[in-house]
């Protein structure tokens, strides 16, 4: 018995030890860096240029014309259908990232069958932007001189040269 003024106390002592193999997850690091250097580019990549458009006598880019057209000029109002592109884009393709790095990490490479998945997906977005044709209307004027009230962007030349292309580099080091 402890006497008046005595504490008593009681004394445990615990060792535990933990071993933890950190192979997986430095595995895991490694694969999620290599990963994160592919990049998916796409648009108007192959510098072709347009087989009638011309520019002061000059066949200009696909790309250019891609651009004039997305954003207008004095006499065309823009017709953004990469700029829509690029918002579907946003909205529908998580599931694919996120099989992506699943892939990736399970797998212990990087899932390169999936960044074509996702440029191909790219293309048929596009694809389906421009079948919709959600631009803003014609003025009634242009209807009444052509006849119609279709817009009639840019020939398929156009069209088929959008594409993608898988890339080794990581954004942040691409240039052009």
Partial sequence: M?????????????????DIDTSGITKMKYVA?????????????????????KLNGQRIYVAQLAFWIEYGTKKQPPRP????????????????????????????VVDVQTCEEIGIFANRTFDAVMKTQAFAPLKPSTIQRKGHNLILVEDAYYWQNFTHEVVKKNIHLIRG
């Avoid at 990049?39 to 072709?48: A, C, D, P, S």
């Avoid at 884009?89 to 992506?100: D, S």
């Fill in 2 to 18: 402890a006497r008046k003024g005595q504490k008593l106390t009681r004394s445990n002592t615990t060792t535990l030890n933990l």
């Fill in 33 to 53: 860096e290599r990963a994160r250097r592919r990049t998916i580019k796409y648009g108007w990549l192959n510098r072709r240029k347009h087989k009638y458009a």
């Fill in 81 to 108: 259908a990469f700029a829509q592109t690029i918002g579907r884009l946003k909205r529908n393709t998580h599931h694919l990232f996120a099989q992506y790095f699943k892939n990736t990490l399970k797998n212990g």
